[in-house]
């Protein structure tokens, strides 16, 4: 099983990002795909979470109507699009695959799997 995030980068706040997570060696019909973020000293936090097979999303409040979790089951890809972005969005955006039993607990990271190497987002004032 491999998860690879792509995406990330330097913005100023107000702008847009949009990560990719592409994976590989398991089936989103199993696991739900979900974003955390470690910003700087802080634990990781979840951020948002799809099932494409429950055809279901859920995000943290902070990124309610700035943030968008999409997938593309045909490219096994998970994308989540940032719009607005605060200065507190700023630090290192994983990505991680939870089995689908668990997914009305998203946001506890050790429910997840699997997890990516993660990919930097800097948003500047």
Same mark, same amino acid.
């Given at each position: 099983?491999?998860?690879?995030?792509? $995406?990330?980068?330097?913005?100023?706040?107000? $702008?847009?990002? #949009?990560?990719?997570?592409?994976? *590989?060696?398991? +089936?989103?019909?199993?696991?739900?795909?979900?974003?955390?973020?470690?910003?700087?000293?802080?634990? /990781?936090? $979840?951020?948002?979470?799809?099932?494409?097979?429950?055809?279901?999303?859920? !995000?943290?409040?902070?990124?309610?109507? /700035?943030?968008?979790?999409?997938?593309?089951?045909?490219?096994?890809? &998970?994308?989540?699009?940032?719009? *607005?972005?605060?200065?507190?969005?700023?630090?290192? !955006?994983?990505?991680?695959?939870?089995?689908?039993?668990?997914? /009305?607990?998203? &946001?506890?990271?050790? #429910? !997840?799997?699997?997890? $990516?190497?993660?990919?930097? &987002?800097? &948003? +500047?004032?």
């Amino acid at each position: 099983v491999q998860l690879v995030e792509s $995406g990330g980068g330097s913005v100023h706040a107000g $702008g847009s990002l #949009r990560l990719s997570c592409a994976v *590989s060696g398991l +089936s989103f019909d199993d696991y739900g795909i979900g974003w955390f973020l470690q910003a700087p000293g802080e634990d /990781r936090a $979840g951020v948002s979470c799809i099932s494409s097979s429950a055809g279901l999303t859920y !995000y943290t409040d902070s990124v309610k109507g /700035r943030f968008t979790i999409s997938s593309d089951s045909a490219e096994n890809t &998970v994308y989540l699009q940032m719009n *607005s972005l605060k200065p507190w969005d700023t630090g290192i !955006y994983y990505c991680a695959a939870i089995p689908v039993q668990f997914l /009305r607990l998203w &946001v506890l990271d050790d #429910r !997840y799997v699997y997890w $990516g190497q993660g990919t930097q &987002v800097t &948003v +500047s004032s």
